[in-house]
């Protein structure tokens, strides 16, 4: 991003460097066509003046001075029109034809044009740079080296002026060289100026430019140290989750999330501290709701329990008892067969284990409902063993299943035995055709099935104190 940016400040850069060096060149190339043109205008009038004073004077002069300010003035046209590509090459051609025509009217090549071929060259090197000034430069060489072996061989005569003439001529082309010299130093000048000012810029552009991009990687590094802050606060988070989940699934549902500290912790998002919330709101209601199913279950069993054995099909208790002398066993139902250590094992729902008496609790459902106990005694004076221990625990569980089963079986079988008899009972109803009839088969079918004395219905519309 950085070298984008400052690519593009470069090329900016670059582009006004270039729009002020085109616009400069211009404005030298108008010059020097307004300047060759007021000569060559000048010339034109003291040619004509010299007419009518100075006989013999050769008309292709007028014509080639004519020629010139009509290329002048078609250079100027183009240069107001922007086809500067264009004029350029109009205007070295006609100042080098120009030169040399001067050259030839102007004593040859020892005559004072001599002075503008030098000129041409630097303007066609300024202005039209390294594209113009080799082949400009070798134009002019090549012609004057031509001109001076035909001047030498006689083949080339130019026209030799009066010595008068010739210094008039000499200070008119020594003027108008200055004048383009100055107007050139004047604009190499303000192109120095330009560059100057540009590489100005230019390092002010570059030094600003470095300050935004190491503006931009403090801010990157900044953002970059906030990004990894927060993926190691949201990882902290996660684990806190995840262990408090943990948690819950192993059963400690007294477990709840600290949402405190998370609200401390600098830009957490919202939304986890939302979870945490919502988290603990759901597993308080998973736990209430557990408890109040615990609760329930707990009291069906103890209703199903006590109804068993209200119902007599369950002994209240069994003793095991071994006979010291004749060394045989026993067993038998005892209503007091408790021993002391199963209170203890019962109030603390866990193993109690003396020097000769062993009892455990046992509980049906997962341990919901403490439906009894058992408990052992021997008379040997020793401690139990790990394996007597796991012996009796073992047994203790396998037997509380089993009651447990026993019980689900007797509860299936009367309500079995229950839904049978309502329906026998239900389809002798449904067989009657009169009000009468189903009736007298409604009291006479529950009686029979409830073995009771007595029995009563009757049919209203009015409260029970205004029958």
């Not at 616009?23 to 010339?43: I, K």
């Not at 600098?266 to 199913?293: C, F, H, K, R, W």
């Amino acid at each position: 991003m950085n070298n984008r940016v400052r690519e593009s400040t470069t090329n900016v850069l670059t582009g006004s460097v270039l729009l002020e060096d085109q616009s400069r060149r211009t404005r030298l190339l108008r010059t020097v066509a307004w300047v060759v043109l007021l000569a060559c205008s000048v010339a034109l009038l003291g040619y004509l003046i010299a007419l009518f004073s100075i006989p013999h004077l050769p008309i292709s002069a007028l014509v080639a001075d004519v020629l010139a300010i009509l290329s002048m003035l078609a250079v100027l046209a183009l240069l107001a029109r922007g086809h500067f590509e264009r004029a350029l090459p109009l205007a070295i051609v006609s100042l080098t034809v120009l030169l040399f025509v001067a050259m030839y009217f102007l004593n040859g090549t020892r005559g004072p044009a001599l002075l503008l071929s030098p000129l041409i060259m630097l303007i066609a090197g300024i202005v039209g740079e390294r594209r113009y000034a080799q082949p400009t430069t070798i134009v002019h060489v090549l012609v004057y080296v031509i001109f001076v072996i035909l001047e030498a061989l006689g083949v080339l005569t130019p026209y030799q002026m009066s010595p008068q003439s010739s210094r008039l001529v000499w200070i008119g082309v020594f003027i108008l060289t200055a004048a383009i010299m100055v107007m050139i130093n004047r604009q190499f000048i303000a192109y120095l100026a330009l560059a100057l000012s540009a590489s100005l810029k230019r390092e002010e552009s570059l030094a600003e430019m470095s300050r935004r991009a190491q503006a931009l990687a403090d801010a990157e590094r900044v953002a970059q140290t906030q990004a990894q802050e927060n993926a190691r606060q949201l990882q902290e988070v996660a684990q806190e989750y995840a262990a408090f989940l943990e948690r819950i699934a192993t059963g400690d549902y007294s477990a709840s999330l600290n949402l405190g500290s998370l609200a401390e912790r600098p830009n957490l998002p919202q939304a986890l501290i939302s979870l945490g919330e919502y988290i603990n709101t759901t597993v308080a209601s998973l736990v209430s709701a557990l408890d109040e199913a615990r609760s329930a279950q707990q009291t069906y069993m103890r209703q199903s329990w006590q109804s068993l054995m209200e119902t007599g099909r369950a002994p209240g208790g069994y003793r095991y008892h071994v006979d010291e002398e004749t060394e045989t066993s026993r067993l038998e139902i005892a209503e007091n067969a408790w021993l002391p250590p199963m209170t203890q094992a019962v109030q603390s729902k866990q193993i109690a284990v003396g020097k000769e008496e062993l009892a455990l609790p046992i509980a049906s459902g997962t341990r919901a409902q403490l439906i009894g106990a058992l408990g052992v005694r021997r008379t040997r004076q020793e401690e139990w063993s790990e394996d007597e221990l796991a012996l009796v625990t073992t047994v203790t569980d396998q037997l509380a299943q089993t009651l447990e089963n026993l019980r689900l079986l007797d509860e299936t079988t009367r309500r079995a035995a229950r839904e049978q008899m309502a329906g026998e009972i239900t389809g002798h109803i449904r067989e009657a055709v009169e009000i009468e009839e189903v009736l007298e088969r409604a009291l006479s079918e529950l009686g029979r099935a409830l073995a009771v004395e007595r029995g009563a219905v009757y049919l209203t519309l009015q409260e029970q104190g205004k029958v």
